[in-house]
């Protein structure tokens, strides 16, 4: 077996989580092979596959590329962003899945970069202090994704201990707590829009986890339309028929004489445990067994 049949095997029997590692890393390697592409045919900069791929804040941009709700939260720019991102899914991934399933797992990831994306854009357009930046700006990373996945199981589980290297054991909810007093920090930074996306992810994943304690599911919806979608790449089940070739007289006389022969040693069975230890020894079973086959 090569190694992407290795690869494919591992991809179809993963976790939810071990496929979202795939797609970001797939994503990151296509893009950075279709630049390499762009540049050595001299092709234009505006025709960037990341222009196409990342979510602007724009309304009016985004009207015509609403696809980037979803495919922003795969797309990364530099090897230590997607580097960090997917260290980051893949800790705190494995955290979420020892309490919850693939399929929350997902929606989670989805709805909260989602989420992230919503803040974003509604900041942007709403805010005075971007109405310059507004119109060239855009977003890109699975970071409000995977803060969603942190704060949700931060939440969940807030007394849960890892061991971070420097630091020894630490509880999850002053890991949350850090992350989002961080990212708040930094929304004066050169980077504001990746800060508030991560807030919008972080406040899904509390929201998620508070209301799954109340018995709502708040992404019941969207788990059935990731249903719909995926039932559609499934392979139809092939059903197969065979026909059984009727039984000849010698056949038939064969499987009668096992059968009464498999009866006969059970009657003795039971027989000789009467002989031993007398009828009230047997069992209800026993004698059924007796009586059914004196009949």
């Known amino acids: 077996m090569n190694i992407a049949d290795e690869i494919k095997k591992s991809f179809k029997s993963g976790s939810a989580l071990i496929k979202l590692i795939y797609i970001n890393l797939a994503v990151f390697l296509a893009v950075k092979i279709i630049e390499v592409i762009f540049f ?10 990341i222009n196409w791929l990342a979510v602007p804040a724009d309304f009016h941009n985004l009207i015509y590329k609403p696809w980037t709700i979803i495919t922003y939260m795969f797309l990364h720019q530099g090897f230590m962003h997607i580097l960090f991102n997917i260290l980051w899914l893949y800790w705190f991934g494995q955290i979420f ?7 929350k797992l997902l929606s989670v990831y989805l709805v909260g970069g989602i ?3 919503a ?7 709403l805010l005075p202090v971007f109405n310059q930046v507004l119109p060239v700006s855009y977003a890109l990373g699975a970071s409000a994704s995977v803060i969603a996945i942190v704060i949700a199981v931060s939440v969940y589980a807030p007394n849960h201990t890892i061991n971070l290297m420097f630091f020894g054991p630490v509880q999850l909810k002053y890991i949350a707590i850090v992350t989002i007093v961080i990212d708040i920090l930094s929304i004066a930074s050169s980077n504001a829009g990746g800060h508030i996306a991560h807030l919008g992810g972080a406040l899904f994943g509390y929201l998620y986890i508070s209301q799954l304690r109340k018995g709502k599911n708040i992404t019941k919806g969207f ?15 092939k059903f197969k028929v065979t026909y059984k070739r009727p039984m000849t007289d010698i056949e038939k006389d064969i499987d009668y004489n096992k059968t009464q022969a498999a009866k006969q040693e059970d009657i003795d069975k039971v027989l000789d445990k009467i002989a031993k230890s007398g009828y009230d020894s047997l069992t209800k079973k026993e004698k059924e067994v007796l009586f059914s086959n004196n009949k």
């Open 40 to 49: 050595l045919l001299n092709i234009s900069p505006i025709f960037s596959i």
């Open 97 to 103: 899945l020892r309490y919850f399933d693939d399929k």
């Open 115 to 117: 989420a992230g994306a």
């Open 119 to 125: 803040l974003y854009i509604l900041s942007f357009n």
């Open 223 to 237: 788990d059935h339309f990731m249903d719909k979608i995926f039932s559609l790449f499934k392979p139809k089940q």
